[in-house]
């Protein structure tokens, strides 16, 4: 199967999935408006922190909020394409059914992603344009250039988010059992949500430069507000080092993998 079949092929399983989760409208709905309530309670004590007097040093209401609508597109467009992959993998193999999608004529990374398309995601992804939208109407225009290096920057932030998912999904090979890697995860990205003046430079050398978090909220959303570090370079080299760092790893807990009778 070539690429552009594979990609065909995942179009369609979208599609019937979203069909599928159409069937019972009204659930679906309300899942997706309580997902979008639960990600937007960080933006609203971000607007009572400032309207109590306090702020983050250097920055505006409208562009700390800017950050957020980042942060939350950026899952948005992760969470029903890629990180269906870690529940995917934690109930295959609790289960002893992801052998199934080894011995299917494409990789098992690409099954197990198809596989794992989560259609409630999508509510995150039009919560994280719709505040997308408002947060960029109420600060400076950025420019063509500022938007088109947003785009590239995005596509970093997205991958970085992947690369999560990869680490997350590969260890639930051997440690079945942490179906907490989710909380971990949400621990570690609320880093990106935030300006890095927040933070000591030690702190920001570990969350920009080791393990780039900040890729996924505050560096794209300082090209479109024109506030973008100099060293965003580093990140950006960081963000593909940890990619390909997440794809060892991912491929090699898939090698130690013992299948459902080991």
Do not use: C
Request: overall charge positive.
């Amino acid at each position: 199967m070539t690429k552009t079949n594979g990609l065909v092929a995942y179009a369609e399983i979208v599609k019937t999935s979203i069909a599928s989760r159409m069937a019972y409208r009204d659930d679906f709905w309300i899942s997706s408006l309580m997902t979008v309530a639960g990600e937007l309670v960080v933006p609203l004590l971000t607007f009572l922190i400032y309207r109590s007097g306090a702020s983050f040093p250097g920055w505006s209401l409208n562009e700390v909020l800017l950050i957020q609508a980042v942060f939350l597109l950026s899952k948005g467009i992760a969470f029903p394409f890629f990180f269906g992959i870690v529940w995917n993998t934690l109930d295959r193999v609790r289960e002893g059914t992801f052998d199934l999608l080894l011995i299917k004529p494409r990789s098992a990374l690409y099954m197990a992603l198809v596989t794992g398309f989560q259609p409630d995601g999508l509510g995150r992804l039009l919560g994280g344009v719709l505040l997308l939208g408002v947060a960029a109407w109420i600060v400076p225009a950025a420019g063509i250039a500022g938007w088109l290096l947003f785009a590239a920057l995005m596509l970093l932030s997205v991958m970085v988010l992947f690369s999560f998912a990869l680490f997350m999904s590969g260890l639930l090979f051997r440690w079945v059992g942490s179906s907490r890697v989710y909380d971990i995860f949400d621990s570690v990205t609320s880093f990106g949500l935030y300006p890095r003046t927040v933070f000591s430079k030690s702190f920001v050398g570990l969350v920009l430069h080791a393990v780039p978090v900040m890729m996924i909220g505050f560096i794209p959303a300082s090209a479109l507000l024109g506030k973008l570090p100099q060293d965003v370079w580093i990140a950006a080299a960081v963000s593909f080092a940890f990619f390909l760092l997440s794809l060892a790893f991912w491929y090699r807990m898939l090698g130690n993998y013992t299948s459902a009778g080991g």
